[in-house]
Nanobody
Framework: QLQLVESGGGLVQPGGSLRLSCAAS????????VGWFRQAPGKEREGVSC????????NYADSVKGRFTISRDNAKNTVYLQMNSLKHEDTAVYSC?????????????????WGQGTQVTVSS
């Protein structure tokens, strides 16, 4: 069964850090571009970051540049999102998905096999 499973979310104070994981099963994640998206209450899902299948090329939304880092561990079939200096506005459900084309995209429609998401809450 092809699936992506996110984990690592939780409650953190402003300025804190979390590392999210996106673990794949049933296929080799290294062959795919992987995107992280988030959806806050009452808002549309938005792209946060992505990492291409080859070359390790990454891309970030302006709102998270310099604070978030995406990486992949092909041996573990997992992509990570390290989130530092978290802000209240980072509160959302974070989901990952894969893309067959070796290029980053910030559009939801360009991705498939979405995980169930993990909640990140930034609050004091």
């Amino acid at each position: 069964q092809l699936q992506l499973v996110e984990s690592g979310g939780g409650l953190v104070q402003p300025g804190g850090s979390l590392r999210l994981s996106c673990a794949a099963s049933g296929f080799t994640l290294a062959y795919y571009t992987v995107g992280w998206f988030r959806q806050a209450p009452g808002k549309e899902r938005e792209g946060v970051s992505c990492i291409m299948s080859s070359g390790g090329i990454t891309n970030y939304a302006d709102s998270v540049k310099g604070r978030f880092t995406i990486s992949r561990d092909n041996a573990k079939n997992t992509v990570y999102l390290q989130m530092n200096s978290l802000k209240h506005e980072d509160t959302a459900v974070y989901s990952c998905a894969r893309r067959r084309i070796n290029s980053c995209s910030g559009y939801v429609r360009d991705y498939e096999n979405w995980g169930q998401g993990t909640q990140v809450t930034v609050s004091s």
